[in-house]
């Protein structure tokens, strides 16, 4: 499972209060970045809460 972010996301830090783990904000870039390539599986379920729990949608799966 790969996760991406949309670039209308509004950076409201929800992703990364939430689950800190998966999420981080580059103050350099001012972007939410994920923090893995492959979500690990033990993770899989905090990162489709994560997509359900964005403010703005801006969380979704990758497309290769």
Excluded: Q, W
């Amino acid at each position: 499972m790969k996760l991406e972010i949309k670039d209308y996301c509004i950076r409201c830090g929800l992703c990364e209060d939430l689950h800190g783990d998966i999420f981080h904000f580059n103050h350099d870039t001012d972007e939410i970045e994920v923090k893995y390539d492959e979500i690990p599986s033990e993770k899989e379920e905090a990162a489709k809460k994560a997509m359900a729990e964005c403010a703005i949608t801006a969380i979704y799966l990758a497309r290769d």
